[in-house]
């Protein structure tokens, strides 16, 4: 899968591996169709983000979730 393309599929795939990566509780509020690709720069930054750490203090989660929740349409 190239991630540096912008698709649909691209994002719903990225907000499934944060929201699995996080083990977040309310994954209905973060459904991939609540995203389109107008800020796919910034949720693939994040998403790399994501993926390079493995553990996240609960104020890191809160920034995680808040900034998915600024890039939501």
Known sequence: ??????????VEYMIDQIKEKLRMVNVDAMKSDNFDDSQYEELYDLYSMVKKRSTFSPSEMQAIASELGSLRK
């Open 1 to 10: 899968m190239n991630l540096t393309q912008p698709s649909q599929e691209n």
